[in-house]
């Protein structure tokens, strides 16, 4: 479906039209969040209808690496694994320069361990601790993951646990209008069928965890001018609905310019490798054989650098023992089935293979390695020693940078209530995931790894619950 397929986001004042069905909540999105909210308002004793624009499920949950970050959690504790939701907070913040949103960034933090051992316990996903490595900028092992570190494989999960739950899911279903009474109630939404047949749903309180506007050329021309000709690894349908609707009515948007990008998308074919295979001593050369960067200050950032190098490529070079970690993730593994993944036994065999200037791809290897071993001191400042030198075979793989999703959207309180321009909260309007603001700053480098998720689980169930209530109190009046 391309941009121009799509109906425009609008908002229609002061008409209470016909509904051809209502629930207590209704959720727009049938992702991480969405399956969060719809399992919290349930809970909650909503009666709950979720929308979902596709056919099947998809969207940013199953595109990404399915890692949950958490702290304190009955998982880390039965691994012997210390952290805590200050811990997570300061990662979080710190990655942002503390130019987030701190108040929200440390309630999300506490909740964290909350919504994992929920999710695990209550609604029996798989999720494990990721102990054998930490992504940039994480102090404590706070990734939680399904077996195949696989967003599809989590998105799969939670909607078992939906389906288990008796919540109703409509697909092939567009949201394309809000319905508002006076003073900002939604009733209403209408929704388009890919025949353009049309329906209106009515509601007592709506959560918007639709996701971003990463598939809007408009929207990144105007936020993200910087990443309007890269390659999108995101969902096309991510149209920036929930940012046009909170505009219409008045809402508060925030830190538009903020995504998060990824600097090891294997190209052509498009797929990004497991970033463990840095993590664990890898590092990146351009086309000149040379490096140009700190590698590892984060992913997100990585991804303009890339751009950046002639050609806006670059070799992604690791050894076996990265390899085998980054290949925990399913991208990584389906990178290595269809050959995006090569393997040189020597620096003149890796310089042959890559096409990178001989002399000059030697002296980065054997620069590197003497960063490994303490003997010299990297331009870049990035800390070799932690890792042993990488060791034939050598890995390489040649990668682009990419936009994964936007991080920039509507400003949200603790409860995931959508906050009008004057800092009140809409009456009955919620959002999450990437519907909502993140908690990256005002740009890619604020980005802590797998902080979507985060989000779009822990603002899913809190926004759920409170959408469940706003409803409830609705019966009261």
Not at 454 to 462: D, I, P, Q, V
Request: hydrophobic residues 40%.
């Amino acid at each position: 479906m391309t941009e121009s397929d799509h109906t425009p986001a609008r908002v229609v004042r002061g008409e209470t039209p016909t509904t051809d069905i209502a629930a207590d909540v209704l959720v727009i999105g049938a992702g991480a969040c969405g399956c969060c909210a719809a399992l919290g308002a349930a809970e909650a004793g909503s009666t709950v209808l979720m929308v979902e624009r596709d056919r099947r499920p998809t969207g940013s949950t199953s595109l990404s690496g399915g890692q949950i970050p958490a702290a304190g959690t009955g998982l880390q504790h039965a691994a012997g694994v210390e952290d805590t939701a200050e811990i997570l907070a300061g990662d979080l913040i710190k990655k942002a320069r503390s130019q987030n949103d701190e108040t929200i960034a440390r309630h999300i933090a506490a909740q964290s361990a909350k919504t994992v051992d929920w999710l695990a316990s209550k609604h029996k996903v798989p999720l494990s601790v990721v102990e054998n490595f930490r992504y940039p900028g994480h102090s404590a092992p706070h990734m939680h993951a399904t077996p195949s570190m696989d967003g599809s494989e989590l998105l799969t999960c939670l909607l078992s646990a939906v389906a288990d739950a008796d919540i109703d899911l409509v697909t092939d279903a567009r949201a394309t209008t809000l319905f508002v009474e006076d003073g900002l109630l939604v009733s209403a939404v209408g929704i388009e069928r890919p025949d353009g047949s049309r329906e209106v749903i009515g509601c007592k309180a709506l959560v918007l965890a639709c996701n971003g506007y990463g598939g809007s050329q408009a929207m990144l021309k105007k936020y993200i001018p910087a990443m309007l000709n890269a390659h999108y690894h995101g969902h096309t349908g991510n149209q920036g609905e929930a940012v046009q609707w909170g505009l219409a009515l008045g809402c508060r948007i925030a830190d538009m310019g903020s995504y998060q990008g990824h600097g090891a998308v294997v190209t052509p074919q498009m797929v990004h490798l497991g970033w463990a295979c840095i993590t664990n001593g890898g590092y990146q050369a351009n086309s000149e054989g040379l490096r140009f960067s700190h590698e590892n200050e984060g992913y997100s950032e990585q991804a303009m650098k890339v751009l950046a190098q002639p050609g806006g490529v670059a070799w992604t070079i690791f050894d076996q023992t990265g390899h085998e970690l980054g290949a925990q993730m399913h991208a990584h593994r389906e990178a290595e089935e269809i050959g995006a993944i090569g393997t040189a036994a020597t620096v003149e065999e890796l310089a042959a293979k890559t096409g990178c200037p001989p002399d000059a791809l030697a002296k980065t290897v054997a620069d590197v390695e003497a960063m490994a071993k303490g003997e010299l001191p990297d331009p870049f400042g990035r800390d070799f020693t932690g890792k042993p030198p990488l060791s034939p075979p050598y890995r390489f793989a040649r990668v682009t940078g990419a936009l994964f999703h936007t991080q920039g959207g509507l400003e949200v309180d603790l409860d995931g209530r959508v906050l009008l321009k004057d800092g009140s909260p809409c009456p009955n309007l919620f959002a999450g995931g990437g519907a909502a603001r993140g908690l990256s700053g005002p740009a890619d480098w604020g980005y802590l790894s797998g902080s979507g998720l985060l989000m779009a689980t822990n603002l899913g169930r809190l926004a759920g619950k409170a959408a469940a209530a706003c409803a409830k109190s609705r019966d009261q009046l």
